[in-house]
């Protein structure tokens, strides 16, 4: 079998320089200046994400753009935004310490607290008596405290049918069911991944 020829005229492609952080970060798209520093993704194939476990709290910068980089975001637009974004903070426990709401896109300064903590208020707990310590609480009154906490987010209709659904599987032996469907809400509690997601 025949090898190639050489191409006539081709041209070595010429030498770069590698760029400098500055430089980087004129770039419009690719860099991330992690601690990696590189332009190209991680071998994972994905981002590098830090979240801390669920037993404390943690800080961290959020930034989430449009798709396609298009201008949505209006006066009027922000606004709703903004309410939208303050009721989620509430509903999800988190912390928002500051933010920039620009045309297309939002930075998020946010304190996630411990889950375990949060929660800790819709479950029941038995005092041991000593001064620092919250009152007792039956099963009951914790989810009646997580029932209270739901009306951040929904309607009074939709607490209403929640109530209806949630006694009408105790009152059928689904006791577990309707546990389960409780958690579901409190698995959404200080969960960053699930706060940006339904912001």
Same mark, same amino acid.
């Given at each position: ?5 050489? @191409? =006539? /005229? *081709? ?10 952080? $500055? ?11 992690? +601690? !990696? ?6 071998? &994972? ?10 037993? %404390? &709290?943690?800080?961290?910068?959020? @930034?989430?753009?449009? +798709? ?13 935004? $903004?309410?939208? @974004? ?17 045309? /297309? %896109? ?12 949060? /929660? !800790? ?14 009152? &007792?609480?039956?099963?009951? *009154? ?6 209270? %906490?739901?009306?951040? $987010? ?5 607490? &209403? =049918? ?5 006694? %009408? @599987?105790? +009152? /059928? ?27």
């Amino acid at each position: 079998m025949k090898s190639p020829e050489p @191409m =006539q /005229n *081709q041209q070595k492609p010429a030498e770069t320089k590698p760029l400098t952080p $500055l430089q980087l970060a004129d770039c419009k798209t690719g860099f991330s200046g992690g +601690a !990696a520093g590189m332009i190209c993704a991680p071998p &994972s194939g994905g981002h590098v994400r830090i979240v801390g476990d669920d037993q %404390h &709290s943690y800080c961290y910068h959020v @930034m989430s753009r449009t +798709a396609g980089g298009d201008y949505l975001f209006g006066d009027r637009e922000k606004e709703a935004f $903004l309410r939208i @974004m303050w009721r989620m903070a509430r509903f999800s426990g988190i912390k928002i310490l500051t933010y920039c709401l620009m045309d /297309n %896109h939002f930075h998020l300064l946010i304190r996630v607290p411990s889950r375990v903590k949060f /929660n !800790a208020k819709f479950e029941a707990y038995e005092s041991q008596g000593r001064p620092d310590e919250r009152p &007792s609480q039956t099963k009951q *009154q914790g989810e009646e405290r997580l029932i209270d %906490h739901l009306r951040t $987010l929904y309607s009074k209709a939709y607490i &209403s =049918q929640l109530r209806a659904e949630l006694a %009408h @599987m105790r +009152a /059928n032996g689904m006791e577990r069911y309707a546990d389960e469907q409780l958690t579901k809400y409190k698995e959404r509690f200080c969960n960053l991944e699930k706060f940006v997601k339904e912001l």
